[in-house]
């Protein structure tokens, strides 16, 4: 049964650093893998989609990258800014191929 | 604009009673899904559908029914048989319910549901 992990559950960082969220999940017969952020209260914002023939997927100042070998995903967040706080989540389809496995997300917090 | 739309934003519900949340989406979505959230948990899945006239289980799907009599529409009904239904209830849609790689999933704005 597929099944996802992400370190660390929380983060908290100074305005301008980068930093990377990590993804990890155990079946990696995956056809992509999707992350997500979410505001509090709020729903989910996809944020990029890595198809399984990619590498990685930019979108601005977000880069996603896909290990299927070692189960492995990264979201690297380049100058964080305040407004990106959130948390983030990522999601890849289950052993069927029908739906979607969640990780319980990483709490960012970028301070002014 | 196309999107996903949920009503209400907030819903509360006396215990014994049934309520359903409203799900609609106007991406021409074939596949339909409806998660729970609760603090300091990740989504878990109640129940998807993949096309009209046509749905399935997910993980913890007990206490809860839908119907999916039109694309646009996967209502979410919350029997008084869920013991503990106080939660934030997601909908989503995707292209199709089916595994391509670019499936890409989209979600509503959420409904949280309190019990008196």
């Known amino acids: 049964k597929q099944e996802v992990t992400q370190i660390p559950a929380a983060l908290s960082v100074p305005e301008g650093e980068n930093l990377v969220l990590n993804c990890s999940f155990t079946d990696s017969a995956i056809y992509n893998l999707q992350w997500f952020r979410q505001d509090p209260g709020k729903g989910l914002t996809s944020l990029l989609l890595i198809q399984s023939s990619q590498r990685e997927q930019t979108s601005g100042r977000l880069n996603a990258s896909l290990d299927k070998s070692s189960g492995r995903s990264t979201l690297y967040i380049a100058a964080s800014q305040p407004g990106d706080s959130a948390t983030y989540l990522c999601a890849a389809p289950d052993n069927y191929g029908q739906n979607f496995v969640f990780g319980p997300g990483t709490r960012l917090s970028v301070l002014p | 604009d196309g999107g996903i739309t949920q009503s209400p934003k907030y819903l509360f519900r006396k215990e014994g009673q049934n309520v359903t949340l409203s799900c609609e989406q106007n991406?021409?979505?074939?596949?339909m899904y409806w998660y729970r959230q609760d603090p300091g948990q990740g989504l878990r899945l109640i129940y998807y559908?993949?096309?009209?006239?046509?749905?399935q289980k997910g993980d913890i799907a007990e206490g809860y029914s839908v119907s999916r009599e039109k694309k646009e529409s996967f209502p979410l009904t919350v029997t008084s048989a869920q013991k503990n239904p106080t939660a934030f209830y997601l909908c989503a849609s995707s292209l199709q319910g089916v595994a391509l790689s670019y499936n890409e999933q989209f979600f509503g704005p959420g409904t949280r549901l309190t019990v008196l």
């Open positions: 991406l021409n979505h074939d596949a």
């Open positions: 559908s993949q096309i009209v006239n046509d749905f």
